[in-house]
Each structure stands twice: as C-alpha cells, then as structure tokens.
C-alpha cells in the first residue's frame, strides 16, 4: 500500500500540470501513467498550437468569439477568460521555469502560440520529478477507490512489467487519462481508452457534451499522422482526378461521403514557398513518411483517410462541478481530455490550440484543488476502501468462454469507425448501433476476462461508444459537431448541455440549469 495525499492518473500535459500544482500546495504526490510520463500519449508525438493571447481587451474579445459560432454557442464566457488568463500565466512559467525554448520573432519576443511536443514533454517530466512527485510509469489504473460514504479515496494500480497490483491510498484524485479515440491507430492515441471517464462513472460522476464525440481528422492513407491544419493548404480529388467539391480541412463532409465509394486524394498545392518551408519547421514528423516514401505532398497527389479521434479531439467528458476542476463525486477532480471542454470551446473543437490551453488550465486548477481538499482531509480517521470497478473486473456471470477483450475492442470499433455510422450520423444508423452496444455491454457485464488492463480498456470503450450514442440519439438537431442528417439545422429549444450516465441503464438528460456569459460554474 502506498498512501499520499494525491493521485494523479495520467502522465500528459494535464496531468504533470496538476502534479506540478498539487505538490506546490504541500502535498504528497504520486503520479501514475500508463505509458511513460513525459513520451507518452498525443502531445508528445508531435508539435501543438496553444491557445495563447496577449491580455489586450480586444485580442480577448476577438479569440472568444471566433469559435462560438462553431461550437453552437454552448460555451461559458466567463470560463473562457479564465483558460485565457491560467494559460497565459502557465505558458510564462514554462518559459522561465521549464526554460522552454520558444522562438524568437523578428521583434525580439518570444513567440509562445505553440510548443514541439517532444520537448515540452520532456521538460514537464523533469519538472514534476524536481517538484518530489513520484512517478510510476507504465502502471495505468484499473479502478477507483471509493470509502463507505462514496468519496473516492486512491485507486488501483497494475505495473505492465510483472503483473503486479499496486494499491494507492489518497485523499483526493486527479483524472488526467485523456479521452477515448477507439484504438483508431490516430497518432499518440493507443493509451487514450477512456479508462477514466468508465472509472468516474463506476464512482457516480456524470458526463457532459457526449454527443460531440465524433472527431474525424484527415490522414494520410499510409501513416497515422494527423495534423488536420495543414490540409486548409489542400486540394481534394476523387479517384477521377476530378477535383472533390467542398471538401476542406473544415469541411470533411464531403470527404467521408466520398471515401464511402472509393479512395480520395489531396495536394497541398495552396501553400506558398514560405509557408512550405514554415510547414516543415513546425511539423517535422509529418513530413517524415512522405520523405521516404519520395512523396512532394505540395506537389504530387497522395491518398487520404479520416480517422476517429473521438473525445480526444471531441469536448465530451466528465462533467465539471467547481472551479476547481471538482466532480460531483467528492475528492475526485478532472483535466484535460477526460473532462469535458464544452466550458471552453461547446460542441466543437480541433488539434492543439484549445486543446493544449485546456489541458494546461484544467490541470492546473484540478491540481491545487486536489492538494487543497487532500490536505484538509490529513486529520481525519483512516477509512476502509472499496473497489468500485466492474466490467472487466467483477463479472457477474462465470459463463463457459470468457469474453475476450480484442473480440469486443473489434466489436465496438464496427459500430463507432464506419463514417456511415459516426460521422454521417442518421437515427436510422445509430439505433441499431446502439442496440449492438447494449448487447456487447451485457456480455461483458456478464463474463469479460483476459488480462485485466485489456479487458478495462475494452469496456471502458464500450462504455464510452454507449454514452455517446445515447447523447447523440438525444440531441435532435444539428449543433456544433454533433450533426444529424435527419435534422441538419440549429433548434433554439435544444441551446442546453446534455448530461449523460450510467452503466448498465444508460441516461441523458438536459441540463438542469445554463446560462451562457452569466455562470461560472454550470449547475
């Protein structure tokens, strides 16, 4: 048994960002990942955009409002001007603490819109170990903690390398394991599961914005890379050779219809000779495959796919309770990509950007919030501990084969990849993909088996697709990236957050309470 003040699960941006702010407060620390802290996951395998804007009235005003539009005017002023004001602050600390090296404009400032990944992982990984946080890598968690009155008190831990558990005792616990991208092979996302939000749920936390869960970015058909910005530079062709109408890094309609029929091709013609070069500074590794392979993408034609990202890149996650990053589970708080982003950007988002501010500011604040709660536990009684995990667990069934965790990973992937399905949604489509997922749900309530982090894995994707579904069937209209084919306009009686959760009975539900530009904290 290990036994601090708090736990942090997850190794990414978010999670070394509430470490750093957790251990500030006084209290101990440990930090669990699944991969290893500091290479892990989608931040560190490629260069991001941050959401970073000079406190300049206007400047402020013009970066609130330049996304409200797309993501259907769900998203929180007030909330907005904070991860503008943390990340401000945050990105200053990484300059002078962290002694990132950011770029220098031809005025002599640093330029602090972006960071190469790699580098700004490494250095948040040194920072968090000098801060005396204690990191187990390759140990992901396989459930929670809860004490007899429901408060979350540590979690349960497997180390990959032998197999072992590894109890944690903690006064508070900080959710910092991404979203769920479906195994999809999207770049950095293998570890993104959506092993928290299934853990969260397991404890009695909601969920909040799940219907906009269906992000799809442009790839090349051969690699994995997905750097969506750069195809704005694009020029899209059927297999005809005819130019594909419509289609842009925006507009991906278009592109997922036509991969339905066959294979779609782009040229990043549009881009000028200073902008290539600038291209290739920014995203090295995008690049790397084309080199190879003796592709000139601004040239030559190259085939492309989508592929789903799911609540990585959609804003669907845990909803929020407080300021700080709380749940409505007590000692359990949430940062980046397994809390939902709808306070910040609604129902749509993207790469980098927003993303990276997010993760940032969540963690920040989920971090001090967690010290802060842990530390004000210190005096009270010890308290027994219950594992609150189940599918994948505790099957409630000992059938005569076990459900193997890769039979139901496929399973779930045929009824979240297809674009038909997903991304072109349809409540013709998604009912019955729907009633699949239950069907799956209940076998593996009833006897999933394997090993334990896979089978975990498993169900919490199963979950996930569930909840999703369940919201998207809810939401009968076309709102940020949750669109219906059936109903392709905006319903100004439908301008709520829908709320989501259960387990084996799955609900939605309208909001109880928003009001957008006068709230803090949603009800």
């Known amino acids: 048994m290990i036994d601090v003040d708090v736990l942090v699960l997850g190794g990414g941006p978010a999670g070394t960002w509430a470490a750093l702010k957790a251990a500030a407060t006084g209290a101990t620390v440990l930090l669990a990942d699944k991969g290893f802290c500091g290479s892990s996951g989608a931040t560190a395998a490629a260069g991001t955009g941050i959401w970073y804007v000079e406190p300049e009235p206007e400047l402020r005003e013009r970066a609130m409002a330049a996304r409200e539009g797309l993501g259907g005017y769900l998203a929180d002023r007030d909330w907005m001007a904070r991860v503008l004001d943390e990340t401000y602050a945050r990105v200053g600390e990484l300059a002078t603490e962290g002694r990132y090296p950011f770029p220098v404009g031809a005025d002599g400032r640093q330029i602090r819109t972006g960071v190469q990944g790699p580098d700004y992982m490494k250095r948040q990984r040194l920072r968090v170990l000098r801060a005396g946080v204690r990191v187990l890598d390759h140990t992901p968690a396989v459930e929670l903690l809860v004490d007899p009155y429901g408060a979350v008190a540590g979690a349960r831990l497997h180390r990959l390398a032998d197999g072992t558990t590894v109890e944690v005792a903690a006064d508070a616990v900080v959710l910092a394991t991404g979203g769920c991208a479906f195994l999809s092979k999207t770049l950095g996302c293998n570890v993104n599961t959506g092993d928290g939000a299934l853990m969260a749920v397991e404890t009695g936390a909601e969920l909040s914005g799940m219907e906009f869960s269906n992000a799809y970015a442009i790839a090349p058909e051969f690699t994995s890379v997905t750097k969506t910005a750069y195809y704005s530079f694009a020029t899209f062709y059927l297999d005809s050779g005819e130019e594909l109408a419509g289609a842009s890094s925006r507009s991906r309609t278009p592109i997922a219809k036509a991969l339905l029929d066959g294979p779609v091709y782009c040229t990043l013609d549009r ?4 902008q290539r070069r600038a291209m290739r500074r920014g995203q090295p590794n995008f690049f790397l495959t084309f080199d190879r392979l003796g592709i000139d993408p601004f040239t030559d034609r190259f085939p492309v796919t989508l592929l789903l990202e799911g609540t990585v890149r959609g804003t669907g996650g845990v909803r929020i309770a407080g300021p700080d990053c709380s749940t409505s589970v007590p000692g359990l708080f949430v940062a980046g990509d397994v809390a939902t982003r709808e306070l910040i950007c609604g129902g749509f988002t993207g790469g ?7 993760a940032m500011s969540s963690g920040s604040w989920a971090g001090a919030g967690a010290g802060r709660y842990a530390l004000r536990q210190a005096d009270s009684v010890a308290r027994p501990r219950l594992g609150a995990g189940g599918a994948g667990l505790r099957p409630l069934d000992r059938p005569e084969s076990a459900l193997r965790p890769a039979d139901l990973v496929a399973a779930v992937q045929a009824e979240v990849l297809p674009y038909d399905k997903n991304y072109l949604r349809h409540g013709d489509r998604l009912r019955p993909a729907l009633d699949t997922l239950n069907d799956w749900w209940r076998q593996a309530r009833s006897g ?23 919201a998207a069937l809810a939401r009968t209209e076309s709102r940020g990236m949750a669109r219906r084919q059936e109903f392709p306009d905006l319903d100004p009686a439908q301008h ?3 709320i989501t959760g259960g387990l084996d009975t799955v609900w939605t539900a309208p909001e109880p309470v928003f009001r957008t530009h006068r709230t803090l904290v949603p009800a």
């Open 352 to 358: 980098g950007s927003h993303n990276a501010a997010w």
């Open 271 to 274: 881009a000028d000779a200073q």
């Open 496 to 498: 709520h957050r829908l």
């Open 448 to 470: 999933l088996g394997g090993e334990i982090v896979k089978a975990r894995s498993a169900a919490a994707m199963t979950a996930h697709a569930r909840w999703m579904y369940t």
